[in-house]
């Protein structure tokens, strides 16, 4: 989850994958985020 509370912009690429998350490392914090492809939140953020 996130530890510095910035929001962080990341461009996603469009082409076809098979994998549901992919991996991010985040500038803000350094370490590496995954990110639900569909809906381009953090897995496992509940934040509606």
Partial sequence: MPQTD???QHRLTD???DR???SVSCP???RLHLID???GK???DRRG
């Fill in 20 to 22: 549901t998350h992919v």
């Fill in 15 to 17: 082409e076809p994958d």
């Fill in 37 to 39: 492809r569909t809906t």
């Fill in 42 to 44: 953090l897995l496992g």
């Fill in 6 to 8: 910035l929001n962080v």
């Fill in 28 to 30: 803000a914090c350094t």
